[in-house]
């Protein structure tokens, strides 16, 4: 897009305040990943559950000088307004005059799943035949559908649109503003099913989105599908592709042998080697070949482009490296969309300096100095320390680059250099295309080098607190636990990430945790829940705040912060006694507890306590039971200090089954790494930690020969054994071995055999099909899960989670 703001108001019939000749090419949304100001304008999203005016400041303090807002706020000077009615309803008009001008061609994607997969693949087969646009990662909402069509320029011939919906007439309003000429439904699954009253409501709303195409493709093996789909649009050109042999395209081969497919496209066959067999993958290829057959792509070089196929990478890791520095790796893939990700994710860190590894970018049909000008603008506005750059193409523009950069033929240059391995306190982003495997550079520069990793998945996190969020009122809290290192997760990592989100608060157990984050930049409240007496220094010192539980703390931390001239009312939070019996004020002890505050210089910031038993179901009266006396205990409290600190008890089962009880804050653990005891919440969330290894070795053990220590394990045939790098040292109790717990290969399970090792373990792989050294063991994530793997343990998530050893490597994941 490019449009003054004038412009910009007669099309979206709104007032503006400012220089109405102001140029506006972007449209920022969230303030925290804000990577360009040039040229860019904020919009102020309201929802009911958030008001994005309040961002407006932080958009501003970052160089933005144009707000789209639905109010004027004069108290910011020199700033360019665009006041609407409804901010999403503007950007949604925008995007409609937008597209609606353009001259493209469009496929629009939309189904439960599949769609990003899609639509990369067709890039991947398409950018080298006509300019493209396409969604940047999953954009396919009621905003992030306009912001990827506001990106169409004149120059693009062909668009490439994900549509998605999570409610009830949300699709009439994204049909409005995109006609897709080509229609492409996916699978139909349970993705936001539960919001729709029926699976055939769901189906008639995603419909919704091809009422004016003239193509429609979609999934026939689902007979609901096929039946309304033809129903409704008896008018259009129907194709529907899938496994059964009743649609116009099809598998004819027999996909368990190693062999070609063959896929039957009405009365031709197409035949291509696949190395991934699986139904998803197959199912995807089938809808690939009968889009490119409408663009009249040959079937010689539809072949040629399922073979040149890349696997679609959605996600950046994030790992610890030598010389205090964290290493950014997002070297799956590089166009300019995935760049503006990566540095919208660098966002979320607060090291003050940072580098950046940059290849040449691959497969984009663009003229290359108009490309790298583009690229060393957004380059520039990151004020990287150091840029190092490789390939023939770009090293050609190095002077574009105003930070100090190197150059390098090939990533085997940089390496021998060692000027990567000089830098220390930084964060390095490597971002690069697979051609120049720059993987290599996250292997020499990674801390923990151990095939044993703990992979943990922030979006996972993220989703986990906004599900937990969505049943709460607007203005409630939220307290995150970051105790025990985060459950084992990593405190300064899940803490950064949680504070870009802006959590209210930390919980941490002890001062130390608390010191150590605020030593790393951390600077959201935090809670100290068990603040010992040797500590108080601490907490004062770093600005924590103590949670008093009994006369003897507060008297001992109040002589603390008297001796350390602290002036202001210090922030304390008291704790009240239940039901728990394990900390906290008891009924008899407030009138006393309110007097001593009063004649102290302390301010209740909150009043709390713990519910014991919240998610188990059979303990429902005895937890509305410790409900009753919080509330009868905390208002007494409240009445006689004068003023009303934040209240919270609800904990992670808390906030799902006594929602009527949050008070002004709730605290959240468990329940963000995705642990429900309830299944109809458990099946809402999403498994955010992967615990895994590769098989080291793979031995056929002869029968009646034994396996590990004190010969535990012995064969009654001829079996294949396979030894994993992980052990008890690493945090799998030996309780579980001799077949009492398994591990995931190839999504199948395999018994764990013989004693556990302190480093090792062996496992019976007699059932795992095509299963070779080198591959993936999942001690858990899916199949088995967390609880599957507690259960073999015969103990809880928790303790599971923060039994890990330090020295399995963490990894930190957006996908």
């Not at 680059?401 to 085997?412: D, I, L, Q, Y």
């Not at 199948?748 to 792989?765: E, F, R, S, T, Y």
Request: hydrophobic residues 40%; glycine residues 6%; proline residues 3%.
């Amino acid at each position: 897009m490019n449009y003054t703001i004038k412009q910009i108001a007669t099309i979206t019939n709104c007032q503006i305040i400012g220089d109405e000749n102001t140029n506006i090419k972007n449209i920022a949304f969230d303030s925290r990943i804000i990577y360009s100001t040039k040229n860019t304008a904020f919009i102020a999203i309201n929802t009911p559950k958030n008001n994005g005016e309040k961002y407006i400041e932080s958009a501003i303090g970052k160089g933005i000088n144009i707000i789209i807002s639905e109010h004027y706020y004069p108290e910011f000077k020199n700033i360019n307004w665009i006041i609407v009615d409804n901010s999403i309803e503007f950007l949604q008009k925008l995007a409609h005059f937008h597209f609606s001008n353009s001259k493209i061609k469009s496929i629009g994607i939309t189904g439960s799943n599949g769609k990003t997969i899609l639509k990369e693949w067709l890039y991947q087969c398409l950018w080298n035949e006509l300019p493209i646009v396409k969604s940047p990662k999953s954009f396919n909402s009621q905003i992030g559908l306009p912001l990827s069509l506001l990106q169409i320029k004149d120059a693009h011939q062909l668009g490439i649109f994900e549509v998605g919906i999570s409610q009830p007439h949300e699709m009439e309003k994204l049909e409005n503003i995109f006609q897709p000429s080509i229609g492409l439904l996916t699978h139909i699954g349970t993705a936001h099913a539960a919001n729709f009253s029926s699976e055939e409501q769901l189906i008639d709303e995603k419909l919704l989105l091809f009422r004016n195409s003239e193509i429609v493709i979609f999934n026939g093996d689902n007979s609901l599908v096929s039946k309304k789909i033809k129903e409704i649009y008896v008018n259009k050109k129907l194709i529907s592709y899938g496994f059964k042999n009743h649609n116009d395209v099809f598998i004819k081969s027999d996909i368990s042998k190693k062999e070609d497919i063959i896929v039957s496209y009405f009365d031709e066959d197409i035949k291509f080697p696949a190395q991934q067999r699986d139904e998803a993958t197959l199912t995807n290829v089938m809808a690939l070949i009968t889009v490119l057959k409408q663009l009249s792509i040959s079937n010689e070089k539809i072949v040629e482009k399922i073979n040149a196929l890349k696997a679609v990478e959605m996600r950046l890791e994030a790992v610890e490296a030598v010389r205090n520095n964290i290493v950014i790796n997002d070297s799956f893939n590089l166009d300019l969309d995935s760049l503006k990700t990566a540095f919208q994710f660098l966002k979320e860190y607060n090291k003050p300096k940072k580098s950046l590894v940059l290849t040449d970018i691959l497969g984009v049909n663009s003229n290359f100095q108009e490309l790298y000008e583009e690229v060393s603008d957004l380059v520039n506005e990151q004020n990287f320390d150091s840029v190092f750059l490789i390939g023939d193409t770009i090293t050609q523009f190095s002077n574009l680059f105003k930070s100090k950069n190197f150059t390098f033929s090939n990533t085997e240059e940089l390496i021998i250099s060692k000027r990567l391995t000089d830098i220390e306190n930084q964060i390095i982003l490597l971002k690069g295309a697979r051609k120049f495997e720059i993987d290599q550079l996250k292997e020499l520069l990674e801390l923990r080098k151990h095939d044993t990793i703990l992979e943990v998945n922030l979006n996972a996190i993220l989703h986990n607190i906004n599900f937990h969020k969505s049943l709460l009122k607007p203005s409630t809290k939220m307290m995150a636990m970051v105790k025990a290192n985060s459950y084992g997760l990593g405190s300064y990592e899940i803490s950064e990430f949680l504070q870009h989100h802006h959590i209210d608060y930390l919980g941490v157990a002890v001062a130390d945790e608390g010191v150590e984050l605020r030593k790393k930049g951390i600077t959201t409240p935090i809670i100290v829940m068990n603040p010992e007496q040797h500590s108080y220094d601490s907490i004062i010192q770093y600005n924590l705040e103590p949670e008093i539980y009994s006369f003897r703390v507060l008297e001992m931390f109040y002589e603390a912060v008297q001796k350390s001239g602290y002036e202001d009312q210090f922030p304390i939070h008291i704790k009240l006694e239940t039901g728990m019996h394990r900390l906290g004020f008891k009924q008899n002890e407030l009138k006393e507890l309110s007097d001593n505050i009063r004649s102290k210089n302390v301010k209740v910031k909150s009043i709390f306590s713990h519910l014991s038993s919240s998610d188990v179901p059979s303990e429902k009266e005895f937890t509305l039971k410790q409900l009753h006396t919080f509330k009868e205990n905390s208002d007494f409290l409240i009445d006689n200090l004068g003023y009303q600190p934040i209240r919270h008890i609800l904990n992670s089962a808390g906030i799902t089954s006594f929602t009527d009880h949050q008070y002004e804050m709730v605290r959240i653990g468990i329940g963000m790494l995705g642990e429900s005891a309830y299944p109809e919440i458990q099946k809402k969330l999403r498994p955010c930690v992967s615990f895994k290894t590769v098989i080291s070795q793979i031995s056929e053990v002869q029968i009646g020969e034994s396996v590990g220590y004190s010969r535990k394990y012995k064969t009654n045939h001829t079996t294949k054994i396979a030894t994993i790098p992980v052990g008890y040292a690493d945090g799998i109790p030996r309780l579980i071995g001799n077949e009492i717990g398994n591990v995931g290969i190839n999504k199948k399970l395999a018994p764990i055999v013989g004693n556990i090792c302190m480093d090792m373990m062996m496992i019976n792989v007699d059932g795992i099909p095509y299963v070779n050294e080198g591959d993936t063991v999942t001690i858990f994530n899916t199949k088995p899960s967390l609880r599957d793997f507690a259960g073999y343990c015969k103990t809880i998530t928790y303790e599971v989670l923060t039994s890990i050893s330090p020295r399995v490597k963490r990894i930190y994941i957006k996908d």
